[in-house]
């Protein structure tokens, strides 16, 4: 039997209005400090988000997705807190933001693959 390691994931949300507390899943982000595992997955459908708002800024919104993909991989474009460790850059993710780009509550789980929870999660929590 594989060995199983502990996760935490956040799912990534686009909130076009916050005053409406409408969102559109857009991602997710799983940690696993057992499996020295940090991921993301960020695939906005923009149909879906203009649906709840089409004066949205489209090209603002992909740049502060983009910089959450930044930070997850470590890139040194995204200044100091994508050169943190793994935790506290998540631990930086999943906080609580006002702004239209959000994150929900932290969940945990068990696995034996990062990847693969990471691929299974999108699936089922974006793709839907």
């Known amino acids: 039997m594989p060995d199983l390691h502990s996760f935490d994931y956040t799912i990534v949300r686009v909130v076009p209005r916050p005053e409406r507390g409408e969102c559109v899943n857009v991602g997710v982000i799983l940690y696993s400090r057992e499996a020295n595992f940090l991921g993301g997955i960020v695939e906005p459908d923009w149909t879906r988000i203009a649906a709840l708002d089409p004066t949205l800024d489209h090209d603002e919104i992909a740049r502060q997705l983009q910089y959450l993909e930044n930070v997850i991989a470590g ?31 932290m969940h945990s789980g068990l696995t034996d693959d990062p990847e693969a929870s990471l691929r299974r999660l999108v699936k089922t929590m974006v793709k839907v």
């Open 75 to 105: 890139e040194k474009s995204a200044g100091p807190i994508a050169q943190m460790p793994a935790s506290k850059r998540f631990h930086w993710l999943s906080g609580p933001r006002s702004t239209v780009v959000q994150v929900s509550p």
